[in-house]
């Protein structure tokens, strides 16, 4: 395998034990342990509250983990945040954006803020072009966009800057089926490009399409986790439901 | 960084649809407030000219020392094209003469109800009621909408630290909002050199620390708009809260207060004290008529003679003595007058203590009475202006008593009873015109611009402090707020 | 089917937090504008009795009725006033009764008592204007637009709901659940009025009902507006801002602008101009008098003992029938030229207010303070009184001393010969002011009333009819 090989000693994108629990008591995730490497884009499939968005929310220290750590290139999300958050691009579930900027006014303040404040028009051109946005909407401003079109500036405005470690929370949920198809072929580009790529998503059939790793999640727990590549003769949506079966028992018992 | 954030926040304020209709608004309302006010200050102005002239030339009618009376007339400011205050509900003139106090009559609205039914609209008021509005209007979704779009998690999966990301968002929220209304302040005070209005150093100053005042006041108001949405997940919640406090600290607590202050120090009516001082008035010219008459008495119990004997003898001394008595009993009641007076002035004192401390718990009240007092249209302004009048009344009685006893003339009508020539009546006037060059003229009272500023040092700290308890109310909820 | 509408309408309305919080704000307000309008009434009440009292004190111990050089009297509070205050605290308040032969009103609440006027009163019509129609637009503004954000909207009209039926039914089940609750709000305030002890006349009482059902006319007129807007725009976010501008122009602009337009557009004399052409009348008729006064000579005796007694009376007599005359032309001038000022008032008024009722605000405000007695009409209403009893107060004194209370001029010989007794205050005919007649005020609010109801009809059929076309999607 490809990435086995190119496998360097440490992991972009590394949690350690982190669990989280909320004052409510909800224990939101549980001793959760993974790794993500440059070069290797990491799915983790789970139903509602399984405790995806409470990692992601935990990589970026919008939470602070109630034991273990989360950490980035290294360094531990809650201790430096704002060190860490440089190694990171972030793509939101429903990215809304400004409405009232254009699509090259949103990716200059973002880019800006990211660290690059020495981009100019035609690069913010150039990337919009790669998510394929069309070019008459590049000075249009957000209000009249499309969800796809909205995902589309998002995933610009990540690869604008340019972090070694990528995190998408949910990303293709809502798209229609040719823009989902594009944007897993960025994703794809972008990993050539040695990103760490961790993405959550309940869509199990774009995870096994393009996955490295596949990892289930269920009530704060990662349930499974396996290299795509051992899943590939198998049918993963049996495997997750019978996966989610067993754990239930097991809770239950 | 800070510079680009600012930038975003500028940009995202005067490119949403909500602010070219407010730019509108304001711009309109300003000009449209100190238009009317220079207008409505220029006849005011043109009734004083003629009101004075009038008061010379009556001056001028006048045949006798005697009695003499005349009255003095509050000069309009220009001042109150911004901060009208009381200067519609107070008095324009009072009647200066030896027999009456000073009382200020007449109030603009009292001689024209029909404007006292809406009122003007002043510079203040727009701050005070529109403005602030706007500025909870723009501000009241500074933290959660952005929180509600899912902006806060993008800005923040950068290494963007938090305060810098709030001071930013006030920066610029501040720039946003302060910038569009700089310009029709602008306007207006070229409005206000175009039109003439005769305002000196004094009044540019004074003018100038109002509109920091202003700008002070409506920071706070979008600091407290930045604090309510800092502290609230969601944009509705912050809506709704930041409307009801808007409510409560500019139509509420001011009214409140007062009506608190009422009930808490009563104080009696004028009319009540009028009435108390003339049954005083009253009782002290019934003993000295009485005593009087009775001196008078003396002789009329002797015969004819002796009468006529002790009447040559003692008549001038009697009226000597009657006169410097009589001059005893004024003197008396205007004391107990002034001891009735000055009471009434501590209770009132006591009132407004009570009524304004309550009021300035809203940081809207404490902008009103810093803006009137600067603009001397506040409630002090009732009293300077009586104060002042009442040392015009006692130096040009003093004049007028002088040049009456220089002349002789004792003016009034003199009629004479004699049994030989039978009645005769004179009227003491003589026709010829008075020499009226030493005549005291009455001087406006004066405030320096320290003393204006001075009498709002208070409310301008107040406002600073609520404003920066905002500021920190907001750092503190930014700081621990949620941004999923 | 319109009633599943209304009922779900209400139910909407009655469990939102928006509710609860706007409603919990009104009722404390109107609570506390009753609770303060009631302490004001009772401690004015104290303090005008107090200085009817003192007025009448400070004449006891004197022993002629012309040596009363002051007797005033002034405007008795009004529970209603308290209320609705309108101008009662602008227009001077008292008269002297006896200052001369022309009343006139002077001391205004404001002028005297400076610190109400800068911040003015918390009565029920300040809390109707501004907090009732503030509240109405917060409660509307989403009405329509909000639900189709939501998309309840289209599912609404996924069954077979006509249209009108569901905008009647919105329209309906939310002036129903907000009136009903300013209702309990507004009954539960009355009952401060009689536990305070403020006495309330039964017509004050339908007063003050119609009071109460314009101020909720004046919430209807901007709660249609709200859903006419709210079913005209696509976003919550821009009929807000509409309606928020709308009300800013409604309640703080139009009516100020147009009464200072319309009030520069009529020429109104001046009080100072008729108070200088009064007083140089004055002036020119004393000099007359003057004239005829050192013209006196009586046709007497002078052997007559009594000559000096004789004299004395006929002086007082001649000097008397002057003062009628000068009285008399006084007055006739001053009459002419008041009603003149009155007159051009009259034309300025009804301009300016025709002017402003084009917001609702200006409506509410003359149709209240016309029915609490505290309009434009109070300044003339209390003139007139005032000036009836002036004229009792005259003949009284005349009768007492047989002389002109305003001849200017008094001799009064006394021998010594009897102990004069004091007077009896008491005698004096005590001043009974009668507020505006009931039916008079109610006549004169009837079409800023129906200007109010029209508002609401106009409303309501816009709000109907641009929902008929609204894009539901």
């Known amino acids: 395998m490809i990435n086995e090989i190119s496998k360097q000693p440490s992991p972009m994108l590394q949690t350690n034990n982190l669990t989280k629990r909320y004052e409510d008591g909800v224990l939101a995730l549980d001793s959760l342990t993974l790794e993500v490497n440059p070069g290797e884009l990491f799915v983790m499939l789970g139903g509602n509250g399984a405790g995806k968005t409470t990692t992601i929310n935990l990589f970026l220290n919008f939470i602070e983990p109630t034991s273990g750590e989360a950490s980035i290139n290294g360094i531990v999300t809650h201790k430096e945040p704002l060190e860490a958050k440089k190694h990171v691009a972030f793509v939101s579930e429903n990215v809304m954006l400004y409405q009232n900027f254009t699509a090259i006014q949103n990716l200059d303040f973002f880019s800006k803020i990211g660290g690059h404040s020495d981009l100019s028009r035609d690069d913010y051109r150039d990337v919009l072009n790669r998510v394929g946005l069309a070019e008459d909407a590049h000075n249009k401003r957000l209000k009249g966009f499309s969800k796809g079109m909205r995902q589309k500036c998002g995933i610009a405005i990540a690869i604008l800057k ?41 869509d199990i059939f774009r995870a096994k399409e393009i996955a490295d790793t596949i990892a289930i999640m269920d009530s704060g727990r990662m349930i499974m986790k396996e290299p795509a590549a051992n899943l590939a003769d198998q049918n993963l949506e049996e495997l997750y439901l019978q996966y989610m079966a067993g754990h239930d028992t097991k809770a239950a018992g | 960084m800070l510079s680009t954030l600012i930038q975003k926040e500028l940009k995202g304020i005067i490119l949403s649809p909500k602010f070219t209709a407010t730019f509108a608004i304001c711009s309109i309302l300003i000009l449209l407030s100190v238009f009317t006010g220079i207008r409505e200050y220029e006849a005011v102005s043109d009734q004083y000219d003629s009101a004075t002239s009038l008061v010379e030339q009556e001056l001028q009618d006048e045949s006798n020392w005697g009695h003499m009376s005349t009255r003095s007339i509050r000069k309009p400011d220009p001042m109150q094209i911004f901060v009208s205050g009381l200067t519609y509900d107070i008095g324009r003139w009072s009647h200066v003469e030896s027999t009456r106090p000073i009382k200020l009559k007449h109030s603009p609205y009292s ?120 502290w609230t997940k969601r944009s509705s919640v912050s809506f709704l809260l930041s409307l009801v406090i808007w409510v409560m600290f500019v139509l509420i607590i001011p ?67 009657e006169d410097s008595l ?158 999923r | 089917m319109l009633k599943i509408i209304i009922e779900r309408e209400i139910k909407d309305i009655v469990s939102s937090t928006k509710f609860a919080v706007t ?219 509409l309606l928020l501008v709308a009300w800013i122009l409604a309640v703080m602009i139009i009516p100020r602008a147009s009464v200072l337009t319309a009030a520069r557009a009529v020429e109104v004399p001046s009080v100072d101009h008729i108070a200088n052409q009064r007083s140089s009348l004055a002036s020119q008729l004393w000099a007359e008098s003057r004239d005829a006064m050192t013209n006196f000579k009586p046709d007497i005796d002078d052997d007559d003992p009594e000559a000096m007694m004789k004299i004395g009376s006929m002086f007082s007599q001649f000097m008397d029938s002057l003062g009628t005359i000068r009285n008399d032309q006084m007055s006739e001038f001053s009459d002419r030229i008041n009603e003149e000022r009155f007159n051009a008032q009259q034309i300025q008024q009804n301009l300016s207010f025709n002017l402003a009722r084009i917001s609702p605000s200006t409506s509410m405000k003359l149709a209240t303070s016309n029915l609490a007695g505290t309009s434009l009409e109070l300044t003339k209403h209390f003139r ?90």
């Open chain 1, 162 to 202: 340019d972090a070694p470690a990528i995190l998408l929370d949910e990303p293709t949920a809502g798209l229609d089926p040719k823009a989902g198809y594009e944007f897993i072929r960025l994703l794809d580009s972008l990993r050539s490009e040695n990103k760490a790529i961790l993405m959550s998503t309940h």
């Open chain 2, 111 to 230: 001689d024209d109800p029909i404007f006292a039914m809406f009122r003007h609209i002043d510079f203040v008021f727009i701050f005070q009621f529109v403005l602030s509005l706007f500025a909870i209007l723009f501000t009241f979704d500074a933290i959660n909408g952005e929180r509600e779009s899912g902006m806060l998690k993008l800005v923040f999966s950068n290494s963007i630290p938090r305060a810098k990301y709030l001071i930013a968002k006030i920066i610029g929220s501040w720039l946003g909002l302060i910038l569009p209304i700089s310009i029709p302040i602008l306007l207006s005070i070229l409005l206000v050199i175009i039109m003439g209005v005769p305002m000196n150093a004094i009044h540019w100053a004074t003018l100038a620390t109002l509109i920091a005042l202003s700008v002070l006041m409506f920071t706070f108001f979008i600091s407290l708009g930045v604090a309510i949405s800092a």
């Open chain 2, 255 to 321: 009214r409140a207060s007062v009506a608190a202050a009422e009930q808490m120090v009563p104080v009696p009516r004028i009319s009540e004290i009028e009435s108390i001082r003339e049954a005083y008035a009253n009782d002290r010219w019934k003993t000295f008529y009485d005593i009087s008459e009775e001196r008078w008495m003396t002789s009329s119990n002797m015969n004819e003679e002796e009468s006529e004997e002790e009447r040559d003898r003692a008549m001038w001394d009697n009226m000597v003595l």
């Open chain 2, 326 to 483: 009589r001059r005893i009993v004024e003197i008396e009641i205007e004391e107990y007058e002034v001891r009735l007076l000055e009471e009434l002035r501590q209770r009132k004192a006591g009132q407004e203590r009570l009524a304004f401390g309550f009021s300035r718990i809203s940081p809207s009240s404490a902008y009103q009475l810093a803006a009137s007092g600067l603009a001397g249209t506040d409630i002090e302004m009732k009293d300077r202006f009586e104060e002042s009048m009442s040392q015009f009344r006692s130096s040009f009685v003093d004049f007028t008593e002088k040049k009456q006893a220089e002349s002789g003339n004792t003016g009034g009508i003199m009629i004479s009873i004699s049994t030989e020539t039978g009645i005769d009546i004179k009227d003491g006037s003589d026709n010829s015109a008075l020499d009226l060059t030493d005549i005291p003229k009455y001087e406006q009272p004066r405030r320096s611009y320290a003393q204006a500023f001075n009498s709002t040092i208070i409310d301008f700290g107040l406002l600073a402090f609520a404003t920066l308890l905002m500021f920190v109310a907001s750092f503190i909820g930014f700081l621990r707020y949620d941004v």
């Open chain 3, 23 to 241: 409603f919990a704000v009104c009722v404390i307000l109107i609570l506390a504008s009753f609770y303060v309008g009631a302490a004001h009434y009772n401690l004015n009440k104290q303090q005008y009795d107090a200085s009817v009292a003192e007025n009448l004190r400070q004449m006891e111990g004197l022993t002629e009725w012309y040596s009363v050089r002051q007797h005033k009297v002034f405007m008795p509070p009004q529970p209603l006033a308290a209320l609705v205050t309108g101008i009662s605290n602008d227009i001077g308040q008292t008269a002297d009764m006896l200052a001369g032969s022309q009343v006139i009103t002077e001391g205004s609440r404001y002028n005297e008592d400076p610190i109400f006027a800068v911040f003015r009163f918390l009565d029920l019509e300040f809390i109707f204007q501004i907090v009732l129609s503030l509240f109405a637009i917060l409660l509307g503004y989403d009405a329509i637009s909000g639900e189709k954000e939501r998309g309840t909207l289209r599912l609404t009209f996924a069954s077979n709901l006509p249209r009108r039926t569901y905008i009647l039914g919105k329209l309906i089940g939310s002036f129903a659940a907000l009136s009903s609750s300013l209702i309990v709000a507004l009954g539960l305030g009355c009952l401060f009025l009689p536990m305070m002890g403020v006495p309330m006349s039964g017509d004050e009482w339908i007063r003050l009902l119609i009071i109460a059902g314009s101020g909720l006319l004046y919430f209807g007129v901007f709660l249609t507006g709200s859903l006419f807007v709210s079913a005209m725009t696509q976003r919550s976010s821009s009929s807000f801002l």
């Open chain 3, 384 to 473: 007139d009184e005032t000036r009836a009893y002036h004229k009792v107060v005259g003949d009284f004194i005349r009768e007492k001393t047989g002389m002109n209370p305003h001849g200017g001029m008094i001799i009064k010989i006394n021998d010594g010969s009897e102990e004069p007794e004091p007077i009896d205050p008491s005698e004096l005919p005590s001043f009974e002011y009668k507020p505006i007649r009931t039916a008079t005020a109610i006549n004169a609010a009837l079409p800023d009333i129906g200007l109010l109801a029209l508002f609401n009809f106009l409303f309501f059929t816009g709000a109907v009819i641009s929902f008929g076309r609204y894009d539901v999607r």
